[in-house]
C-alpha cells in the first residue's frame, strides 16, 4: 500500500491564482482531512470529510473548497491564491470518524505564494 | 475554548539521558489524548494514546494527570533517533471526529551525541 499520497510536494502561486492540491489513500479509509501548518503554530484543520459525498468544514475552511466523489480522493481547491495561504498543507485518512485520532497523513505539499 | 499548550524547547540532551516533556489542556472535559512525533520536514505520526492508568511503550511512557489538566511523555535511555518533534493531540468531542481534535505546536527535541 502506498499509504497516503499528495501531489504536488512543492508548490509557487503567485496572487489571485487558483490550484488543486492532490490527496490520496488506498488503504480504504471512511474520514480524510486537510490540515495547514505554520510556524509556531499546531496542525489547524480545514476541511474534512466523513465518506464519499459528505464534507464539511473545521477550523479554518475560507478560500479553500472540497469534495469526496469517490472514497480514494480529497482534493482541496484554492480559490484564489493569498500570501497568508503560505504553509504546508497535509492530507490525513483515518478507518473512521471514531478512529480519526489515529490520522495517517501525507508526505505534505509546501506552497508559497507570492 | 479548546487550547493545548506544550513547551517549545528545544530540549538538548545527551544520548542515554531520561528526557520527559508536559503538555497542558484547558478543558476539563476532555476525553481523548495521544502523543504524534514529527520528524524535520515529514508527516506526523502517531507515537502513542495516553490511557488513564498510564501506558508504556518500550523506552516511552505516558501519562495523563485529569487534576491539573496535563499529559506526559517521559523517554528513557534516549536515542539521536528520538530527535523530533513531539506533538501533543487531545480530542474534545466524545464521538471521534478530526473536528474535535486540537493539536500542540510540539516540542522539539534533540539528542546529542
Known amino acids: 500500500n502506498a499509504g497516503v499520497t499528495q501531489t504536488p510536494k512543492f508548490q509557487v502561486l503567485k496572487t489571485g491564482q487558483s490550484m488543486t492540491l492532490q490527496c490520496a489513500q488506498d488503504?480504504?479509509?471512511?474520514?480524510m482531512s486537510w490540515y495547514r501548518q505554520d510556524p509556531g503554530m499546531g496542525l489547524r484543520l480545514i476541511h474534512y470529510?466523513?465518506?464519499?459525498?459528505?464534507?464539511d468544514q473545521g477550523e479554518v475552511p475560507n478560500g479553500y473548497n472540497v469534495s469526496r466523489s469517490t472514497t480514494e480522493d480529497f482534493p482541496l481547491r484554492l480559490l484564489s491564491a493569498a500570501p497568508s495561504q503560505t504553509s504546508v498543507y497535509f492530507c490525513a485518512s483515518s478507518y473512521s470518524a471514531e478512529s480519526s485520532y489515529e490520522q495517517y497523513f501525507g508526505p505534505g505539499t509546501r506552497l508559497t505564494v507570492t | 475554548r479548546k487550547e493545548v499548550e506544550q513547551d517549545p524547547g528545544p530540549f538538548n540532551v545527551p544520548e542515554g539521558a531520561t528526557v520527559a516533556f508536559n503538555c497542558t489542556y484547558s478543558n476539563s472535559a476532555s476525553q481523548s489524548f495521544f502523543w504524534y512525533r514529527q520528524d524535520c520536514r515529514k508527516e506526523p505520526k502517531l507515537l502513542m494514546s495516553v490511557y488513564s492508568s498510564g501506558n508504556e511503550d518500550g523506552r516511552f511512557t505516558a501519562q495523563l494527570n485529569r487534576a491539573s489538566q496535563y499529559i506526559s511523555l517521559l523517554i528513557r535511555d534516549s536515542k539521536l533517533s528520538d530527535s523530533a518533534t513531539y506533538l501533543c493531540?487531545?480530542?474534545?468531542?466524545?464521538?471521534?471526529?478530526?473536528?474535535?481534535?486540537?493539536f500542540g505546536k510540539g516540542t522539539h527535541l534533540i539528542i546529542q551525541p
Open positions: 488503504m480504504n479509509h471512511e474520514y
Open positions: 493531540v487531545v480530542n474534545f468531542l466524545s464521538g471521534g471526529g478530526a473536528d474535535g481534535l486540537t
Open positions: 470529510s466523513v465518506g464519499a459525498g459528505i464534507t
